[in-house]
Every structure is written in structure tokens, then in C-alpha cells.
């Protein structure tokens, strides 16, 4: 069974920055890409950045420059650092193993909130 458990939001003041980190069981970690995704209410679930297994990164446009995505196939963790946060970065952010498909495959995901 997929466990996914993120951790690292909080509040910040738009141009700070935070560090998300997700911790992930219950798959071979090393050759599963892995996702980061976030959402508000009201909106779908977006696609903010993806790396493979073996370290390939792709980003959105809206995170490009600002956010890195990096792993840890050691610990089983991915992470999300995000610099020059901006109000419309506030969202409750998830990691994703890329090709699982179920609700195990979400965690409770971790609020990140930017005030202007």
C-alpha cells in the first residue's frame, strides 16, 4: 500500500520561501517518477513540477525559475523548494507518485499559504 505524507508548508510573505519534502512507502521508490501537484477549492488539481526516476525534471510554466524539485531515492523523499513565492502559490500542495492511479495515491498534503 502507497503511503505519502508531506510536510513543510506553513505561512509566508510573498518573495519568501519554503522547503516541502514528502516522505513516500509502499513502492520502488528509486524507479518511480514522482509529482508534485497543488490545489485550491474550487479548481482542479495542478501539475506544478516532475521528476523521474532517474532525475529528469519538467516544471509549469507558473513554477519555472522559481521552484527545484529534487529526490532523495536514498530516504524516499522528494522535495519541493519554492523561492519568490507569490499570493497565487497558495494551495494545499500534494506529492504524487507519477504512474500510480487510486486515492492511495494521494497524501493529506500540506497547506502553503503566501500573504501580499
Known amino acids: 500500500q502507497v503511503q505519502l505524507m508531506e510536510s513543510g508548508g506553513g505561512l509566508v510573505q510573498a518573495g519568501g520561501s519554503l522547503r516541502l519534502s514528502c516522505s513516500a512507502s509502499?513502492?520502488?521508490?528509486?524507479?518511480?517518477?514522482m509529482d508534485w501537484y497543488r490545489q485550491v477549492p474550487g479548481k482542479q488539481r495542478e501539475l506544478v513540477a516532475s521528476i523521474t526516476g532517474r532525475g529528469r525534471v519538467n516544471y509549469a510554466d507558473s513554477a519555472k525559475g522559481r521552484f527545484t524539485i529534487s529526490r532523495d531515492n536514498a530516504k524516499h523523499t522528494v522535495s519541493l523548494q519554492m523561492n519568490d513565492l507569490k499570493p497565487e502559490d497558495t494551495a494545499v500542495y500534494y506529492c504524487?507518485?507519477?504512474?500510480?492511479?487510486?486515492?492511495?495515491?494521494w497524501g493529506p498534503g500540506t497547506q502553503v499559504t503566501v500573504s501580499s
Open positions: 504524487h507518485p507519477t504512474a500510480c492511479i487510486g486515492a492511495e495515491c
Open positions: 509502499g513502492l520502488i521508490f528509486s524507479i518511480n517518477g
